[in-house]
């Protein structure tokens, strides 16, 4: 069993609608998680931060952590094909995971 | 957060020829690590470099192989030596552990691609 889990899609959403990104972990030890973009071609940027159980809004971002049923999560609100990337989720505890990412395309 | 430059950006290298590759940070980090992504597909940890120390390999990289200096808080360098065509791959460093981050947040290089002929 990987430690970070993720559908690697490809999903495909109209702009402006909702993409839904999903992640799920293994070690209950793990503290913090994370939720990186990747542009093909591109290095992983850090796009969001989450500790706490519950919900973590940063502007059309929106991370949510559930630790009970060990998943995450990712919101893009008013997607745009800007947001037309590869989402890699991670976690970390004693060591840092990464999933294999999940290709995310915006459809005009 | 930090900002993080490699060199080189890009190389094109003949097989069981050697190349190093560095990574700068324009401030004290307290952890460095060196990736490797093949084409497609996820990121894969190759060593976490310690400063003053020898780096700490994940399963399947040697040292000598992928010997990784870090002489000081800001900077280290991954050599790739006796290189193969399966060398192939993007290698990035990130690093952990900046004056404004939180929480064992990575920040990454802007990697480096690596073609082996």
């Known amino acids: 069993q990987k430690e970070v889990e993720q559908n690697s899609g490809p999903l495909s959403v109209p702009e402006g609608a909702i993409a839904s990104l999903n992640c799920t972990y293994s070690d209950r030890g793990s503290q913090s998680f994370f939720w990186y973009r990747q542009y093909s071609g591109k290095s992983p940027e850090l796009i969001m931060s989450i500790y706490s159980n519950g919900d973590k809004e940063d502007g059309r971002f929106t991370a949510q952590l559930n630790k009970a049923s060990q998943y995450v999560s990712l919101l893009i609100r008013d997607s745009q094909p800007s947001d037309s990337a590869t989402y890699l989720c991670?976690?970390?505890?004693?060591?840092?995971?990464f999933g294999t990412g999940t290709s995310l395309t915006v459809i005009p | 957060s930090a900002v993080i430059s490699q060199k080189p950006s890009r190389d094109i290298c003949q097989r069981g020829t050697s190349l190093t590759i560095q990574c700068q940070v324009d401030s004290q980090v307290t952890m460095m690590f060196w990736y490797r992504q093949q084409p497609g597909q996820s990121l894969t940890l190759i060593a976490t470099a310690n400063q003053g120390s020898e780096a700490t390999y994940e399963s399947g990289f040697v040292i000598d192989k992928f010997p990784i200096s870090r002489p000081n808080l800001t900077f280290s360098t991954l050599t790739v030596s006796n290189m193969s065509p399966e060398d192939s791959s993007i290698y990035l460093c990130?690093?952990?552990?900046?004056?404004?981050?939180?929480?064992?947040?990575?920040?990454f290089g802007p990697g480096t691609r690596l073609t082996v002929l």
């Open positions: 990130s690093v952990e552990g900046t004056a404004t981050s939180s929480y064992n947040e990575q920040f």
């Open positions: 991670a976690s970390t505890g004693n060591q840092f995971y």
